[in-house]
């Protein structure tokens, strides 16, 4: 008989994975020890040996902490535990509550509070799915007793810590949490973290971890041996958000990697993972409010556990470097954006120094690429990881200028222009077909220490996706119906635009929701124009619904499959049905409207449309006719351009980036533009789109 059932489990599992991964699932007792604060660079065999023992024993990895807001304290970091989804109390926090003892459980006070006032509505998720499923919860410390705490905020059995526990009490629940705040107690200032990044003195910082270590050994060593352990430090410890410690000790996963399916990272989880791996590895079917997806151990191979931690450490690194050097990046591209419009738009009145213009353009257009191409190069394992960063980006960004400016296509006026937008394209889909290994920790894209995103297509990185798809397509459809072929033009737009628009948006590739629909717009529009038709406002709406009906659907398929294989794209199909997509929308709505006043991305929106605009409706005063030139050269350069603002105006209304994805845009595709223009009507012989010289090389005369 049990043959049979492990035979059909097993054929079910190859029909439907969800059902192999909850066949497997062997009911134990799991613990959690939560140690806030901690992060790899904190682990030491002699400076925190019971800890370091257990990294040995265990699956290691890097934990991402944001809850809601920008860094996590304590109360909210448990807190995210109890409900299974980022939570926050509301106000600046720090300790979770002390619970009031009451026989052998114990009672958080005022837990109404998280839900009837900070809106906190999933909170005792985690507590309610064990009771629910007969078992009890055992709580060590506060944070231990908020994490467990049912609906009502009881835990069954409670100690204020380790030494308070009886003997045999261990044995009596399968649920087991551990609150060790021996590390961040020290840094708490009047009951909340510090506004400083580091308050305490490396010897302060020394001597907390040993008390903290001392009392994890001593959870450690009085543990039931069937016990699976997690390890979490599972809150920030200051001002700036940093990767955490991540460990789990269930059966022999020493010497691997551990990550989770909803990162889709092999070294990365997510505190929603914790309640997921906890419900899981307890054999406790997780409610459908629960986010996270078990913490699983990879394939990939640590080696030695010192230098597993020290891959971890440049993790948590190479992504304090992005964070730190994000805002003086976009206010220097802002910078650099507002002074070419200014210096372009007095040079060219004068038509004087174009060609000066001509490769400040196509170098502009380089750095969103190149700030992908940087993390080719082992920049973070420098000693100054900022300045190899740098100039890492500014290298990539003169040398793709160079290539773009120097080979045989620069005769043709579209050629360099191709070049960027072909290696743009290149690199973004390469990335996504290959993990998104470029995107992570770059300045244009997402990190892990942020915790926005863990894989896909980000916000900025589709705009420029989007821009270098429509640009190229256009480049090609130029070709196509300067040979005569206008249908071929518009299929190629088509096919090129439509993969393009399926890998951004395909879950588990992509995963950009608001992507897809700005896409779909700009690719009809492009087509459209390319064929000679006019793009009404009527139009305009079907094809903003029609993008809106494909990610609805994508989602949907998303949403059929099981739960732990269904991203963020599938989940929101699911809170359509509970209704909470309206919270959520709404959240991303307030989102956008903030970066409609951010300093670094609406100077590069409104320079780079006014000088657009001004140059089409006056453009013998703007650019002495550079882009009606352009235009004039290249009907199909200007439908790909309309194209692309359309996906950036629409791209900025329906993601929670908002002006980014606008001013991404408008930075790479307004400059290339003005690069084709200079060389059609430019100071040097020119050349058509096969490399030949006409017979008159002299200049364009400004009425063309």
């Known amino acids: 008989m049990k043959r049979t059932l492990f035979a059909f489990a097993l054929v079910l599992g190859l029909l439907w994975p969800g059902v192999a991964q909850s066949a497997a699932r062997v009911d134990g007792r799991v613990v959690l020890i939560g140690v806030p604060g901690l992060q790899w660079s904190d682990l030491s065999p002699g400076g925190t040996p019971n800890l370091w023992r257990l990294a040995t024993q265990s699956a290691i990895g890097s934990l991402s902490v944001r809850a809601v807001g920008r860094v996590t304290c304590p109360y909210d970091g448990w807190l995210t535990i109890s409900a299974g989804v980022r939570s926050a109390v509301g106000y600046g926090c720090g300790l979770p509550p002390l619970p009031e003892s009451g026989g052998t459980g114990a009672v958080i006070p005022g837990y109404g509070y998280l839900r009837d006032v900070a809106g906190q509505r999933n909170a005792g998720a985690l507590g309610e799915a064990v009771h629910a499923a007969g078992e009890c919860t055992l709580a060590i410390g506060p944070g231990a007793a908020l994490a467990l705490a049912d609906r009502s905020g009881r835990v069954d059995v409670y100690a204020p810590s380790p030494a308070q526990i009886r003997s045999g009490v261990l044995t009596r629940c399968r649920v087991i949490a551990v609150d060790v705040d021996d590390l961040i107690r020290p840094y708490i200032t009047d009951g909340r973290l510090p506004k400083v990044e580091e308050r305490l003195t490396p010897q302060q910082r020394a ?177 100054t990881p900022l300045l190899a960063l740098v100039g890492g980006i500014a290298g990539c960004a003169l040398l793709l200028a160079a290539v773009a400016l120097a080979g045989p296509w620069r005769r043709a006026p579209l050629g360099p222009l191709a070049v960027v937008a072909g290696v743009t394209a290149a690199v973004l889909a390469g990335d996504l077909l290959t993990g998104t290994t470029l995107q992570l920790n770059s300045v244009m894209g997402y990190s892990a220490v942020v915790g926005a995103r863990y894989y896909g297509l980000g916000n900025i990185p589709f705009a420029l996706f989007a821009t270098s798809v429509l640009l190229l397509a256009a480049t090609i459809a130029h070709r196509l119906t300067r040979g005569g072929h206008t249908g071929a033009a518009v299929t190629a ?189 430019g100071g040097a012989p020119r050349y058509d789109d096969a490399g030949q010289e006409p017979a008159s090389s002299s200049l364009v005369s400004r009425s063309s």
Not at 299 to 315: N, S
């Open 493 to 681: 737009v088509a096919v090129l635009g439509g993969f393009a628009m399926i890998l951004g948006g395909w879950p588990g590739v992509g995963s950009d929701f608001g992507g897809v629909i700005a896409f779909v717009p700009g690719i009809a529009v492009t087509a459209l124009l390319i064929a000679g038709r006019r793009v009404s406002i009527v139009k305009l709406g079907a094809f903003c619904v029609a993008g809106g009906v494909t990610v609805m659907g994508i989602a949907y398929l998303d949403y059929l499959r099981p739960p732990a294989f269904q991203t963020h794209l599938g989940r929101f199909v699911g809170q359509v049905f509970t209704g909470e997509a309206v919270e959520v929308i709404g959240r991303k709505l307030g989102a956008m409207l903030g970066t409609l006043l951010s300093p670094n991305l609406m100077p590069v929106v409104i320079a780079a449309t006014a000088f657009l605009v001004y140059a089409l409706l006056r453009p013998e005063q703007a650019t002495a006719g550079v882009l009606p030139a352009a235009f004039a050269h290249s009907p199909a350069l200007r439908a790909g351009l309309i194209g692309t603002l359309v996906s950036g105006v629409v791209g900025m209304l329906v993601n929670d980036s908002g002006a980014a994805v606008l001013s991404m845009a408008l930075a790479l595709a307004v400059p290339l533009t003005l690069s084709v223009g200079i060389r059609t009507l």
């Open 207 to 383: 001597a907390a971890l040993r008390l903290a270590d001392a009392k994890a050994g001593a959870v450690l060593s009085v543990l039931p041996k069937d016990a699976r352990v997690l390890l979490a430090g599972l809150s920030d410890h200051g001002v700036d958000p940093h990767l955490r410690v991540a460990m789990m000790r269930d059966g022999d996963p020493s010497g691997r990697f551990l990550g989770a399916a909803s990162t889709h990272r092999d070294d990365i989880t997510i505190l929603p993972d914790v309640t997921a791996t906890m419900l899981s590895l307890a054999g406790v079917e997780a409610p459908p409010g629960i986010v996270g997806l078990p913490w699983q151990a990879s394939e990939r191979r640590t080696g030695t556990t010192e230098a597993a931690r020290a891959d971890l450490e440049k993790a948590d690194v190479a992504g304090q470097t992005i964070r730190s050097v994000g805002g003086v990046f976009f206010t220097s591209v802002a910078v650099l954006q507002v002074a070419f419009y200014l210096t372009a738009f007095l040079l060219l009145r004068r038509r004087r120094g174009l060609r000066r213009v001509r490769v400040a353009s196509v170098a502009l257009a380089s750095v969103p690429a190149s700030t992908y191409l940087v993390n080719l190069t082992p920049w973070q394992d420098v000693r």
